[in-house]
């Protein structure tokens, strides 16, 4: 639930934000990135990845194989990485956030992922890596109004509207 609610969230302001038909598509792709960005073999279909991500920094940690392909395992569910839910604890990585990230441009994120951070098309195809790419640079909120005493707050009922596009 908590992810369906900060999903739901980030897409309502990006409605407000962008205006629009195209703000719509927008929106949609966003929630598809934010899915894509938790857990992508879910969303897209893949296979579950194998083995450890190249550059995933916790090797001995419980979150290791699969786990460690998806971005939240290393930049964090409040994108934060070691600055954020995740600057201690089984999480840990000491991978920067992708908060840097907001306002950047879509296409710069997605060739970093195809590239350093070794993403093939078998595991995100270009529309993947854009929809990802699209949430990082314009789907960014502050999610600390969100959670208390490290608990989601809202209406997951609400949100699924968003969550389930």
Known sequence: MKRSVMIARACGAAMVLLGGAAAAEDVSSMARGAR???????????PEPTGNHPLYANEAGKYDG????????????????????YAKGGHFTGIIGVTGAAGADPAAI??????????????????DLNDIALFVSRGQIDYASLVED????????????????
């Open 110 to 127: 997605a060739t970093a992922m195809r590239g350093a951070h070794a993403y093939t098309e078998a595991m995100l195809s270009d529309a």
């Open 36 to 46: 894509l960005y938790d857990k992508f073999w879910l969303e897209n279909k893949a």
């Open 150 to 165: 490290g608990k989601p707050r809202g209406d997951g009922a609400q949100g699924e509207i968003y969550f389930n596009t």
């Open 66 to 85: 699969a786990n460690s392909w998806r971005c939240k395992e290393c930049h964090g569910w409040d994108l934060k990485g070691k600055d954020g839910a």
